[in-house]
């Protein structure tokens, strides 16, 4: 068997100047050579609802050559065979299924023959996908090469996302609306995260998102976070969020306080987009103390949730006002403080959470969307499973009348 290191050098150096068509059968190439029967990767949709093949296209079939001229030998050519498809084509539901398992619960899953094995595609702590893998058996070794081959598969992957119109295909199961691409555009990863730290976000309706935004990034030994929700549901919500977003980030960078980037975002608005408010949440968390700091404008307060119980208003105070109103030299908002204890959690959430629906008009509110993260986190399940499942909980009980973006923070330091 080939060198390891070798063979994941080579797939490597293979997919610098190639397209996200070509990484199937680069990735199914290493694996044979690491001694598999073949690799296949299988992408989660922007829902998390089911996992879709990365297929590797056919070769087209060459046209027929045209006869010769009179009197010429004709010359004669097979067609070339369109390539065997490297594995099941069909979505996979990440529900009830073995390679949804290892994507829920990011651990390798192997089949009761053990000649099927399913690999968790993981950049950093946010979930991609999984790695679809078969042998004649699996050894331990072996195993090893396929975490190996399933860490190099998701950077390749990863790395074609952003400008690679076949990796959004595979990740989208309907067409989006054009304030969803905007947002989409401007929101990070839904996961990030340390050893000391996880935070983790949803944005729903995925496909028609119109004014919930969400912000979070590591730097200098600090989490920095914002919730944001513009009103409306239309474009110009969208181009609000995403304005705020801008201006959020470059305050930040410039060094910018919690207060600073409030204000910048209420007179960028109220300049440039002055018929929009906007509710905010922001926020960073000092990842060594558990220092959390954040301010409130508008907003709903976040929850603290400290070994299975949300901690009674200890995150409740005061809401500035909403962000767009053009405040100019009016009082910055406060900012607020508390310290974590290890294991807290800190849920932030848009009004459009608590104000879902059944079909018989309850409200699914404040204590429901406690009372479900708090469940599935005793069930064991790692923050993003957690959120995946209260929103397909949501999609399945309630209505949504505007868009739902929730926030989990989780501070474990080692």
Same mark, same amino acid.
């Given at each position: ?5 070798a ?13 996200? +068509?070509d990484?199937?059968a680069?990735? @199914? ?5 690491l ?7 299988? =992408?989660?949709?922007?829902?998390? +609802? ?5 297929? %590797?296209? #056919? ?24 390539s065997?498809?490297?594995?099941p ?11 949804? =398992? ?13 000649? /099927?094995?399913w ?6 702590v ?11 058996c !699996?050894?331990? #070794?072996?195993?090893?090469s396929?975490a ?7 950077l ?14 595979? /990740?989208r ?12 555009a !401007? ?24 004014g ?12 920095? =976070?914002?919730l944001?929700? +513009? ?12 304005v ?5 980030? +470059? /305050? ?20 440039w987009i ?5 509710t ?16 409130n404008c508008? %907003?709903?307060p ?11 208003q ?18 910055? $908002? ?37 009372d ?6 005793a069930?064991?399940?790692a923050? $993003? ?9 949501? %999609? ?5 009348? @505007? ?12």
């Amino acid at each position: 068997m080939p060198n390891e290191d070798a063979v994941l050098s080579a797939l490597l150096a293979s997919s610098n100047r190639v397209t996200a +068509a070509d990484i199937p059968a680069l990735i @199914d190439e290493a694996g044979r050579k690491l001694g598999l029967s073949g690799a296949q990767v299988y =992408l989660a949709d922007l829902q998390q +609802a089911r996992l879709t093949p990365l297929v %590797h296209p #056919a070769p087209e079939t060459p046209s027929p050559i045209e006869p010769n001229e009179p009197n010429e030998p004709k010359e004669t050519s097979k067609p070339t065979e369109p390539s065997k498809p490297m594995g099941p084509s069909e979505p996979i539901q990440i529900e009830g299924s073995m390679a949804g =398992l290892a994507y829920r619960t990011q651990r390798t899953q192997r089949s009761r023959d053990d000649c /099927t094995a399913w690999v968790p595609m993981i950049d950093g702590v946010e979930r991609v996908g999984v790695l679809r893998v078969t042998a004649p058996c !699996f050894e331990d #070794a072996l195993l090893e090469s396929c975490a190996a081959l399933s860490g190099l598969a998701t950077l390749l992957v990863t790395a074609k996302s952003s400008h690679d119109e076949l990796v959004v295909d595979r /990740t989208r199961s309907r067409t989006m609306t054009t304030q969803a691409e905007l947002l989409w555009a !401007f929101v990070p990863p839904r996961t990030i995260g340390t050893d000391d730290v996880t935070s983790t976000a949803i944005l729903e309706p995925a496909y028609e998102a119109g004014g919930d935004a969400f912000d979070h990034s590591l730097g200098d030994g600090v989490l920095h =976070l914002a919730l944001l929700d +513009a009103m409306g549901h239309d474009l110009a919500s969208g181009g609000a969020s995403a304005v705020a977003l801008g201006a959020s980030r +470059a /305050t930040r960078r410039a060094g910018g306080t919690l207060a600073d980037i409030a204000t910048t975002i209420d007179t960028t608005l109220s300049e440039w987009i002055p018929d929009r408010l906007l509710t905010a949440v922001i926020a960073r968390l000092d990842i060594a103390t558990g220092q959390f700091t954040w301010i409130n404008c508008g %907003h709903p307060p976040p929850l603290l949730i400290r070994e299975g119980h949300v901690v009674p208003q200890a995150m409740e105070f005061p809401a500035h006002l909403p962000l767009g109103l053009g405040l100019g030299q009016a009082a910055a $908002p406060d900012e607020h403080h508390i310290r974590l204890q290890p294991g807290d959690r800190v849920l932030l959430y848009s009004d459009g959470v608590t104000e879902a629906r059944t079909s018989d008009g309850s409200l699914f509110g404040e204590q429901r969307l406690a009372d479900s993260v708090i469940r599935s986190m005793a069930s064991g399940n790692a923050p $993003p499973e957690t959120l995946r499942r209260l929103v397909r909980n949501l %999609h399945e009980h309630h209505r949504l009348h @505007d868009d739902a973006t929730i926030m989990l923070v989780r501070w474990h330091p080692h």
